[in-house]
């Protein structure tokens, strides 16, 4: 079951901490298919994130429906921690932005982000966070 935003927006505080995010402003646009696509154009996109370096303010998309519009298996847990990682490693992106070809820079980089989320979530896997899944809130769950 895909949590609930509430209970994202309470594992993204917790692993703000650890990733030493604090001075980031994180939201969560938690969002069904159609309005990903709609955001997005992108039918198989099933997360996203929007980053303002000197602002450090960065906004996470997630579909809680992914699991209906992707095949990419639904680990909503990978799927964090992966945008985490990409607002971990802003900086990089500020600092290269107008040096490198993007594809030359993008790819990698992608390839960077999987790797440091599957490491991470086998470190720190999501029965870190049974108090915060298990705590029953009054929102509308998805199916
Ligand atoms: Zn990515």
Request: glycine residues 2%; contains cysteine; hydrophobic residues 40%.
């Amino acid at each position: 079951m895909f949590p609930s935003k509430t209970q994202i927006e309470a594992i993204i505080v917790e692993l703000q901490k650890i990733m030493r995010l604090q001075d980031w402003d994180i939201k969560l646009s938690y969002l069904s298919a159609v309005e990903m696509y709609r955001d997005t154009g992108d039918i198989s996109t099933i997360a996203d994130c929007l980053r303002s370096r000197p602002h450090h303010l960065a906004t996470i998309k997630m579909c809680y429906e992914a699991d209906k519009t992707s095949n990419v298996v639904g680990n909503w847990y990978l799927t964090l921690v992966h945008e985490m990682f990409h607002i971990l490693i802003d900086e990089f992106d500020y600092a290269t932005e107008f040096k490198v070809d993007h594809d030359d820079y993008s790819l990698p980089k992608e390839r960077l982000v999987c790797n440091l989320a599957r490491m991470f979530v086998k470190l720190y896997p999501e029965k870190n966070f049974d108090s915060i899944l298990n705590n029953q809130d009054n929102e509308c769950k998805t199916e």
